[in-house]
């Protein structure tokens, strides 16, 4: 069913309009003063024509009311009435003059160049913001036409024109009423509200707000509500008038409020349920007038507008605060690493300090033995004696026969008592252990495990006999030529080897390390050839040995303790010397396992840590991740620790003043979990607690505020309930309706147009006005 009762100004017409005058068609009459352009359309009760104003240059449009088909000249009247009475509005289509005496009658009123909102539905919907816009423009329209008492009782696309600046304008007040006139007014099926499909129905503000949702409605659809295809039909069909408009009622109740608008992106739940109360056909449920829905707009506008600002202020803070937490975190793990490598730093330059200090420690017990030995080696009276000795022919005798390294056990043993009870050898025993120096005299008994600060003194004569020994053992008369101590080497030969006449030790000398044969512990000799003073011949070897494992005092903790090792070339390089595991294992079994000189329990020169000047990451290499070789070890599970590490040489003094490194190394290590990770920990909470409880009362504060925000709104939004400016959300719409028209309806097969007029003029007005009018 045609929906459009007004005579447009738009494309279609305007096309229409140019192949009519191509016809040869002229203007009814002239007016004074127009230069008449083309014809714009026609319909039931006449012709537009689009002129130019002379004085002006101004197009206007020109509508001719002819006398075909019972003209009702109320018409034209009140048309006329209502846009005089509104000319002063900006939103309504401007009266610029009338012909009353005319034939046929005309007014003058403004050109829309842009047409009707109808031809731009045309080509589809419109975008929910223009929709919007077009919407507030026409309800401030209606708005104003109500505070004039002018009802438009026929609002449509069609009846909307826009202006060159794309603004709407209300147009076709034909069936426009007073607020004092009682009489109905029939407007377009789909677009009037359903209380207005009566020709007993008074003139009411609601029918243009229901209108006015039906507009929005189109828009944003593009088709009016309700409308579908089968109901338009069905409508169509009936014949008589209030069957039609019955129907209609009936239809619009049944199918309640459309929902189709909800699917537009774009349309949020306030602005849906703005249109669904418009469209409401209960007219106490929808918004008494159009300041009520332009109140509604207003709000959600605000509400809209506010929504970002509302949304910054939710998520403004939220995200300022997930920055401060980013940049907080990122300082926070700054400062923690910043803090460990300072500790680290720190750590690793006190480990280097207590490194040097026992290395130097070491280095000056070295120098008190050396001075010893070499005291002793360059004593003239114990030279005398050595000489006499050497000189005795049953002595050279005896030291010959013990030299020859296929000497049995057998064999030798009978020698050996003989040279023991020699009676040089045991004058020189005495006066050996009357000059070695009180500060220096070993403990009692073979590899005594007193605290003394040498194991044992010897004198071993030019072939490596052992001629005499403090404390005194069965050691005397056996060879050790094959000794590093009597031969200067790196390491120790074989036992059964002997040396060249003239290979001997020439100068003070740390011997190679070797295990004692009681404990296994590790000994070490420091030994300095006597020379004879006047003669500068070799007269033997004098020594003393020390054991390893306690040859300096490594002041230390479980968390922090020094380590000597072996580091010179030979057959033990890398090998642990002094550690607090031996201390624990000799307390327990006297001895220490053999297996500890193997080489997995050794020490690579590629282990050893850098100093810390020299280290580049503080965070990698063995400085800092140093692995203790013994906590491979069944029994140094303890010890299975990351440690800090630094290393020192042990250097010895000369008496020229110069110093050079004996090859061994002090090496100190540090629990990194008791140096670094506790305290780091430690920090690292007291700055979470700090954090958390910083980010608590910000979150606190801030929800504080939201609280007070959401309660503000809600407070808002309820008096805007209590003034019905916004309505609550509506359940949900039942299933959609078929259409199912009255049965006493279906019979009617009298045609409409052909019906006889009503008796009374205004009930023949309304018959007209509801007709569709067909363009000629």
Known sequence: MPDDLTIPQGDFERQRSQALSLEGRRPPIEVPGYDFERLLGS??????????????GRRVAIKFYAHQGGLDWSL??????????????????????????????????????????????AHGPLPVAEAVRIF??????????????????????????????DKPRLADFGQSRLSHEQLPALGTLFYMAPEQADLNAIPDARWDVYALGALLYCMLTGKPPHRDEEAARSIERITNLEERLRA???????????????????????LAQILERCLAPDPNERFPNVQSVLAALDAWTMERTRRPL????????????????????????????????????????????????VADLAGKELRRRFEAVEQLAGNTRFQDLVRQTLQDPDFRDLAEQLSQPNLTET?????????????????????????????????????????????????????????????????????YAWRSFFTGRERDMPRTWRPAADEHLTQPQLSAVFPSDATQQWIVAVAAPVIDNRTQQFLGVVALTVRVTRFVELEGTRAQFPVLVEMRPGDYTGMILQHPLFDEVLRRELRLPERFRKQEYRLRREDLPLPVEKLEDLEKGPAVNFVDPLSR??????????????????????????????????????????????????????????????????????????????????????????AGIVMPPRPERPAPLTWSPPDDTLAQTQSWHGREPQSTEDTRSLTRASEPRQNE
């Open 43 to 56: 319909g039931a009760y006449g012709e537009v024509w689009v002129a130019i104003e002379r004085n002006t």
């Open 76 to 121: 034209l009247s009140r048309e006329v009435e209502k846009l005089a009475f509104l000319c002063a509005d900006r939103y309504i289509v401007q009266l610029i003059g009338v012909g009353w005496d005319s034939d046929p009658p005309y007014y003058v009123m403004e050109y829309m160049e842009r047409g009707s909102l109808a031809d731009r539905l």
């Open 136 to 165: 507030r423009e026409v309800a401030i329209g209606l708005l104003h036409a109500h505070g004039k008492g002018v009802l438009h009782c026929d609002l449509k696309p069609a009846n909307v024109l826009l202006d060159q600046d």
């Open 248 to 270: 209609y009622r009936e239809w619009i109740q049944r199918s309640g409020v459309p929902t189709d608008h909800r699917q537009i992106p774009g349309v949020d739940r306030e």
């Open 310 to 357: 509302m949304l910054l202020g939710f998520v403004g803070p939220a995200l300022l605060l997930l920055v401060f937490a980013l940049f907080a975190w990122r300082g926070f793990s700054t400062t923690v690493r910043q803090s460990r490598e300072a500790l680290t730093r720190r750590a690793l330059e006190n480990n280097q300090l207590m490194a040097q200090y």
């Open 411 to 479: 064999e030798a043993e009978p020698l050996r008592r003989r040279f023991r009870n020699h009676p040089l050898r045991a004058a020189l025993q005495r006066e050996f252990a009357q000059m070695i120096p009180g500060w220096m005299r070993p403990g009692t008994g073979e590899d005594s495990e007193g605290v003394d600060e040498v194991a044992s003194w010897f004198f071993c004569d030019p072939r490596g006999i052992s001629t005499a020994r403090v404390p005194e053992s069965l050691t005397i008369g056996r060879n």
């Open 633 to 722: 070890d069944e029994l140094g599970t303890e010890y299975r620790r990351r440690y800090l590490a630094q290393v020192a040489p042990v250097q010895l003094g000369r008496g020229d003043g110069s110093v050079h490194d004996v090859g061994w190394i002090v090496l100190v290590q540090e629990d990194y979990a008791t140096a670094i990770q506790r305290p780091l920990e430690g920090f690292q909470h007291a700055l979470l607690r700090y954090g958390v409880i910083s980010a608590g009362l910000v979150g606190v504060i801030l929800l504080g505020l939201w609280t007070l925000t959401a309660r503000l709104l809600r407070e808002i939004r309820r008096h805007l309930l209590s």
